[in-house]
């Protein structure tokens, strides 16, 4: 592994219905983050962390929820999908809070 | 409130001069990050500005001044490749990023 991975590409998922969506770094990063991305819209931050152990809620936390059981991974767990979260989301890392940020390739989901 | 203002598109020629402008107001200020993103992947790092002035990395520069909340990305010699959206974002009071809509960046042959 090179940086920051994401699984899966792409999902479509059925309203109602749980998802986890993976994110791994190699990097040693102290901070993770996740974003999601909307047409005409601005990266919005959903949850992020700054050590291992911690976590935080970002601008739009409602629906999701994320836990940073060590220092490499940071899932995002959808636990009942609504439409309104078709979305790609992208997970980030960094050194430090503070630190330039590096983004995964993204996860297209799409809950019909 | 919190607000990054970009343009949403610009049209330049390739091997020409592009400005693109970022005005912003956030709680706090820890530095202007501006990333590139090409259609269908990540954003990627390009710069970083904390104090005023002029960053130049390569073809790349980018400007700050705190006092107006302003800064721009200037990119020169043109290429086809640098098509692409580009995005400012700035780290507020509590070192997170608020990000811009982004600046969808047309490059003609």
């Known amino acids: 592994i090179a940086g920051i991975t994401q699984a899966p590409t792409s999902q479509i998922l059925a309203a109602g219905r749980r998802m986890t969506l993976r994110c791994t770094q190699d990097m040693r990063h102290n901070a993770m983050y996740w974003y999601r991305q909307d047409l005409g819209l601005g990266l919005r931050l959903i949850h992020y962390?700054?050590?291992?152990?911690?976590?935080g809620k970002g601008e739009v936390p409602d629906g999701y929820s994320v836990s940073r059981a060590n220092t490499d991974d940071f899932p995002l767990t959808l636990a009942s999908a609504v439409p309104s979260q078709t979305s790609v989301y992208f997970c980030?890392?960094?050194?430090?809070?503070?630190?330039?940020?590096?983004f995964g390739p993204g996860t297209r989901l799409t809950v019909l | 409130g919190q607000n990054i203002d970009q343009p949403t598109e610009m049209t330049a020629t390739e091997g020409a001069i592009v400005q693109i402008n970022c005005t912003y107001q956030t709680s706090g200020f820890n530095g202007l990050f501006w990333y590139q993103q090409h259609a269908g992947e990540a954003p990627t790092f390009l710069s970083y500005n904390v104090l005023d002035g002029l960053e130049e990395k390569g073809r790349f520069s980018s400007f700050l001044s705190r006092s107006k909340g302003y800064s721009y990305l200037l990119l020169k010699e043109l290429q086809m490749k640098d098509s692409a959206s580009y995005l400012c974002a700035v780290m507020d009071s509590n070192y997170q990023l608020i990000w811009g809509a982004g600046t969808k960046l047309i490059i003609k042959p």
């Open positions: 980030a890392s960094s050194g430090s809070e503070g630190n330039e940020q590096f």
């Open positions: 962390s700054n050590t291992a152990g911690t976590t």
